[in-house]
């Protein structure tokens, strides 16, 4: 595992870091994306430290999945339960917060 020491995300999950909430659990932490790509932008983040959605398949497919529960709800509550499930997986990819973290982008008819 990576390490946690300055990551942003481990900040913004101990709330060192202000952010605004959408969810939490045991597992998980959703949050609205500073820079919203879409209507509703909410980024879901494993509450432990892990480097990217890849590192978290290997190690953890139990919060990975709950993830993916968690998107589902959000669409359902802020819009009609459309909803894309995007995982920027390094920096080629796009990846540029290396936590693991599901953009959800919905609340609105989404641009190819
Ligand atoms: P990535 O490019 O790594 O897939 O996504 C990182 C996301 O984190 C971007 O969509 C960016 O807007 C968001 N982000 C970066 N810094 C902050 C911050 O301080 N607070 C919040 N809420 N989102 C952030
Ligand atoms: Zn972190």
Do not use: W
Not at 15 to 24: A, Q, R
Not at 55 to 78: K, P, Q, W
Not at 88 to 104: I, L, S
């Amino acid at each position: 595992m990576s390490d946690s020491e300055g990551c942003l995300f481990c900040s913004i999950v101990k709330g060192e870091v202000p952010s605004t909430k959408v969810y939490e659990d045991e597992q998980v932490f959703a949050f609205e994306d500073i820079a919203p790509k879409a209507k509703v932008h909410v980024l879901i983040v494993p509450k432990k430290h892990v480097a990217s959605v890849a590192e978290l398949a290997d190690s953890d497919s139990r919060t990975l999945a709950h993830i993916v529960d968690v998107a589902r709800d959000i669409a359902r509550e802020r819009y009609n339960g459309s909803f894309r499930l995007v995982f920027n997986t390094g920096a080629d990819a796009g990846q540029t917060v290396f936590h693991a973290h599901a953009h959800v982008l919905t609340g609105e008819v989404l641009d190819e």
